[in-house]
């Protein structure tokens, strides 16, 4: 056994074999096997007392250990025995043995041959003479010279409290992992003398689970490449099958990778060995970046999940994120290793995208802080609030001013972005996105103005779709879903949802339903319904005939990016969360009954007034399911109801299907579509064809 392996062996284990209490049990020392060490003396790098004491202090200042190498005085086996070092200052060493199974082991006289210290890539040998001995101390008088002497490809590190699962074939085996290198770990099983060790097939793959506290760090198929057993268990070598594992499904288009000069940093703590390890970043993308590091030094696996990395670039801003090394390539003294980011705090994962985007255009910006005049006038300027919708807010001016100065001066990411394309202060295209349900994220307030030969509309869609094809994939964003209104006529936003939508033909992946829009005067004196009509909190069994009906119409992405689940449907998650950054945003599901059945469901959306230009976040969503039996009056005061403790006068309302407006003509005055994309499967078919036919170059 190798000394570093020492360490681990002494610790009781809840699989060791039981004791009895007053029986304590001896736990062998481990078998030094190194003979061949003499041999390379002459090749060894010589170490002089002065840096030995150096050596021999930092391990004590760091309450590490050292190993002293003994003989046996009949058999000729060498062991090794762990002692702490004092302070030294001197050419005299006094170490204290930390091991139960030194004083035996001394009592019998095994004969003293040197120390040994290992850093888990070289042993430094001292071979100092012996001054005293005996059953808790050892001194020693140190030589001129001792001997480093390398003899590992790769640098191993000692493991603490790391446990691991090994199965194969529906036999498990649990374990601590004892030392971890770039290419390999070791894992002791302790239990009891067990037929089942002949179960485990070391030719074959073996799944391995590695894990801190509950805490998964490595989970995927191994070989095994040496194993040996004794008396108080067996100890397996392993290493991954494979060099590159694939964390996400492969795409045609993937995240820009950017160089920088000078290059960004990660620092982390290995969650192996517990020590604080920094490397250099080669290139970066906002889905993830390749790390170089020493060969012999190396601390990235494939498969192994880093739980926190901190991303430092020009020496001031840091980004923390959840990574996986998903490859590890060899080229002559350095290694590559990419790693993919799992999850990534918005706030880190804006401020990654917005480095990245500005290296290719300096006018990108990602909710940076704007000028309040720049925009509104930008706002009007490019058309995009025109004389209808400024007659519908011009009411609430003042408050739109105060929600949008909120948004745009206070970093809310968690619930709102937004993307500029700005020059000289000026800014020449917009996007934004918000929060508008649970799993589900609105694009809206697309505009843009000319500069110059700039496309500056598409140089913003470009940014947001990088953005969103970074954020998609992580738990933290909720985001399953990414929806947008437009109005039909709209062309160019026709062309590059809808003509998306058509293109796919598939519903599940991207659907595009059509809604009735009027503005509903809130009189606040709603009426009593007719005998057999009433209205109630959605239940499961409405949402349930909701989805029925919803399939067969449309059999699109609506119910499920709404997040409809019945009870009230409330989400308080989003109310919270929203309110938490000051801002106010409710979703609640009614039903409205004729004779105990659900025949329409009303979605009461509530936020600030200018959350969205359009109001469509703060009206009433209707999903008419038995058209039939819904005359508009009975309809229209059902909404009168949900409208008595709203305090706009003028609400937004949206009806599907829009057929209902045209057979009871309902006075609705545009038409809206609502699309919603899949991001997680279908979001990448998207960009594909947005590349396609349009001049949009993503890669």
Known sequence: MDAIEFKKFLPRNNDDPPQSPHEELFVPPWLFKHRDLSEKLESARKVDQKQLINVLNFIHFTEGSLFVHFNHPHYDEGILIRACPEPCDCNEITCRWTDKTASPLISNKYSYQQIIISNGESLLLVPGMIKYLDSFHLKVHLPETSFDICQRKYKRYCCDEIYAEIIQNGVMFQGTVIDFSAVAFRVRIFHKPSP?????????????????????????????????????????????????????????????????????????????FDKIVEREIGDISNSGFSVIEPQKEGVLMPGMILPEITIKYAGALEMKCKAQVIYRRTNEQTVHCGLAILDMNITSFANLTQIINQESDCHNRISSKVDMNALWEFFFESGFIYPEKYRFIQTY?????????????????????????????????????????????????????????????????????????????????????????FRKGNKIIDRIFGGFARHLEDSQGCSLDLFSYLIFQNKRNSVDLPENWRVRECTSYDIWKLELFYR???????????????????????????????????????????????????????????????????????IVSDPDKVPWDILSSAISQ????????????????????ERYNVPAEKHYYLWILDIGNKGNQFLEYLEKNFRIRLK
């Open 642 to 661: 949900l409208l008595d403790n709203h305090e706009a006068d003028r609400i937004p309302v949206m009806i599907y299907p829009p057929e209902y407006a």
């Open 196 to 272: 089942q060790y002949n179960w485990l097939n070391h030719e074959a793959p073996i799944n391995v689970h590695i894990k801190k506290s509950s805490q998964i760090l490595f989970s995927g198929a191994c070989k095994s490449i040496r194993n040996t057993q004794d008396s108080i268990g067996k100890t397996i070598v392993l290493a991954p099958v494979e060099d590159h594992i694939s964390r996400f499904r492969k795409a045609k288009i993937r995240s820009p990778r950017r160089q920088f000069v000078p290059a960004p940093i990660i620092t982390f703590r290995h969650p192996f």
């Open 397 to 485: 001016r003042e408050d739109f001013r105060k929600t949008y100065l909120k948004l745009y001066h206070e970093k809310n990411p968690e619930i709102s972005q937004y993307f500029t394309y700005e020059k000289d202060g000026k800014i020449y295209g917009h996007i934004a996105m918000v929060k508008a349900y649970e799993r589900s994220w609105m694009i809206h307030h697309f505009a843009a103005k000319p500069m110059e030969s700039k496309l500056t509309g598409f140089s913003v869609l470009k940014q947001i779709l990088h953005y969103l094809n970074g954020v998609h994939r992580f738990p933290s964003a909720g985001m399953d879903y990414i929806m947008t209104y």
């Open 552 to 622: 067969y119409q449309s059999c699109g992405l609506l119910i499920n990016a709404l997040g409809l689940r019945g009870e009230g449907s409330t989400d308080e998650t989003l109310t919270f969360l929203y309110k938490n950054h000051g801002f106010i945003r409710q979703v609640k599901a009614y039903s409205l009954l004729f004779a105990n059945e659900p025949v329409a469901c009303l979605i009461v959306n509530k936020s600030d007034l200018g959350l969205n230009l359009s109001e469509l976040l703060n009206g009433i969503k209707i």
